[in-house]
């Protein structure tokens, strides 16, 4: 397979998530991709991804925030979003954050910093996107929407829309180093 050159953006963001989603359609229609995973917290992206992408053959699979993630027991996904998602066949994974869940509350209750947001932190040194990316596929092969022993594209972003998309090959969480980045077809350049 050809490589093409990495999108690079200057800034992360939404505004991104359009030349974002055409770098992973770009990569769908070179082949040997049939799995499509995609960080959406409102499932705006996850739709947005479904219109473009929908078509070229890629399982879409929307991996929200876990619920409470902002306040409560409160649900992001929009329920409007979430029926079109589940008309359109796409599997939506709410599951506890591979990469914090308890983790997160241990050191915001005690202070300090365990082993697992080292690892979100080091990721993140490639933008917040990259570390989005590699969490939600683990959260998608922990939940049995994508597989472990072929190569998925993974679209996440800095807060909202997308910005980064890269071609992994997945994980589940107890064997979490055994995850690689085959690919990065798009990140921001500061963030």
Same mark, same amino acid.
Not at 116 to 139: D, P, S
Not at 156 to 180: E, P, Y
């Given at each position: 397979?050809?490589?093409?050159?990495?999108?690079?953006?200057?800034?992360?963001?939404?505004?991104?998530?359009?030349?974002?989603?055409?770098?992973?359609?770009?990569?769908?229609?070179?082949?040997?991709?049939?799995?499509?995973?995609?960080?959406?917290?409102?499932? /705006?992206?996850?739709?947005?991804?479904?219109? %473009? @992408?929908?078509?070229? +053959?890629?399982? #879409? *699979?929307?991996? !929200? =925030?876990?619920?409470?993630?902002?306040?409560?027991?409160?649900? /992001?996904?929009?329920?409007?979003?979430?029926? %079109? @998602?589940?008309?359109? +066949?796409?599997? #939506? *994974?709410?599951? !506890? =954050?591979?990469?914090?869940?308890?983790?997160?509350?241990?050191?915001?209750?005690?202070?300090?910093?365990?082993?697992?947001?080292?690892?979100?932190?080091?990721?993140?040194?490639?933008?917040?996107?990259?570390?989005?990316?590699?969490?939600?596929?683990?959260?998608?092969?922990?939940?049995?929407?994508?597989?472990?022993?072929?190569?998925?594209?993974?679209?996440?972003?800095?807060?909202?829309?997308?910005?980064?998309?890269?071609?992994?090959?997945?994980?589940?969480?107890?064997?979490?180093?055994?995850?690689?980045?085959?690919?990065?077809?798009?990140?921001?350049?500061?963030?």
């Amino acid at each position: 397979m050809e490589s093409s050159p990495i999108v690079i953006f200057e800034q992360p963001g939404p505004g991104n998530t359009s030349r974002a989603i055409e770098a992973a359609g770009r990569r769908l229609a070179c082949g040997g991709i049939e799995h499509v995973v995609v960080a959406s917290s409102t499932g /705006e992206t996850a739709l947005v991804c479904f219109g %473009a @992408l929908g078509s070229q +053959g890629g399982r #879409i *699979v929307c991996v !929200t =925030h876990h619920v409470g993630f902002r306040a409560g027991d409160e649900f /992001e996904l929009d329920p409007t979003r979430a029926a %079109a @998602l589940r008309e359109a +066949g796409i599997p #939506i *994974v709410t599951a !506890t =954050h591979a990469l914090s869940g308890v983790s997160r509350s241990i050191s915001s209750t005690f202070g300090g910093t365990t082993p697992v947001e080292v690892v979100a932190h080091t990721l993140r040194l490639f933008g917040q996107g990259m570390k989005v990316c590699v969490e939600i596929a683990v959260m998608a092969a922990d939940s049995g929407a994508i597989p472990t022993d072929r190569d998925v594209l993974a679209i996440g972003g800095s807060g909202r829309g997308a910005d980064t998309v890269v071609v992994l090959r997945a994980a589940h969480m107890n064997r979490f180093f055994d995850l690689r980045i085959r690919e990065i077809l798009a990140k921001p350049r500061a963030w």
